[in-house]
């Protein structure tokens, strides 16, 4: 039968979880409107080198042969499509992994922190690192094309690039059991850190199907997207999945005011 103290303890579990996720909801804003200006600004950098490019391309064929007009016209857009494509996967294969690292590394310190059984600790940060990040990079940024009237092929980076994300979650995790014991508030950092990421990879993905640009002229919708895409998995993660994990976890975190 639980005690007076322990009624009480935990019915303000939920409060001091709300409060902790109040905490860092305006710094992941922030990180996502970071994101936002460093994605726009690299596609936009990069639509005028693919633009540069190509006239100066063009430029030399017309100066060497006379192609048909209709030919020209045809081909150019999937070169171009092409090209959004590739430029989006590339940073988004920079990003995603990046985002693993972050992810793993702060549920693992963050179990670990309260639970000092470091192979399940590992175990847990590389569920939320793998989950997580497929949800709000991958799953939650294909839905909002889907909403937006672009239906894309899945692109699921730990089956086709396992080699690529999966040493970035498994270093992540090691790192959190070293940073278990960071300083008070040290989370709010790496939770920028990781929402920035997360930002970043949730765009790209985006990228190559409205456009190099295309999306910037519905910026509004976008950062809508993200946002939610974004700080949902993100914030849970950092947080709420560890301490699900175990019961004796949620106790210890709370009995010390959950300072971080």
């Given amino acids: 039968m639980l005690s007076e103290h322990s009624h009480d303890h935990h019915r303000h579990m939920p409060s001091a979880l709300l409060t902790e996720l109040r ?42 042969a006379h192609p048909d007009e209709h030919t020209h016209e045809v081909d150019q857009a999937p070169h171009e499509h092409g090209y959004d494509n590739a430029f989006a996967q590339r940073f988004f294969h920079l990003f995603h992994p990046a985002h693993m690292l972050f992810s793993a590394a702060a549920t693992t310190a963050m179990f670990f922190r309260y639970e000092r059984k470091w192979p399940k600790a590992i175990i847990i940060g590389l569920i939320g690192a793998i989950g997580v990040c497929g949800m709000s990079d991958i799953v939650m940024p294909h839905i909002s094309l889907s909403i937006l009237g672009m239906q894309t092929p899945w692109h699921i980076c730990l089956i086709e690039h396992t080699d690529v994300v999966l040493p970035f979650a498994i270093i992540g995790s090691i790192i959190g059991l070293a940073a278990a014991n960071a300083a008070a508030h040290s989370t709010l950092l790496s939770h920028s850190m990781h929402v920035l990421a997360s930002t970043m990879a949730s765009i790209f993905y985006m990228v190559g199907p409205l456009g190099m640009v295309g999306w910037i002229d519905m910026l509004g919708k976008v950062f809508l997207f993200v946002v939610l895409a974004v700080m ?3 914030c849970l993660s950092d947080i709420v999945f560890p301490l699900l994990m175990s019961r004796a976890n949620r106790d210890k975190y709370f009995a010390v005011g959950h300072t971080h």
């Fill in 232 to 234: 949902v998995p993100c």
């Fill in 23 to 64: 905490e860092h909801v305006p710094f992941s804003v922030l990180a996502v409107t970071i994101g936002l200006i460093v994605a726009g600004t690299l596609c936009i950098f990069g639509d005028g080198f693919h633009q540069s490019a190509y006239e100066s391309a063009d430029h030399h064929m017309e100066s060497s």
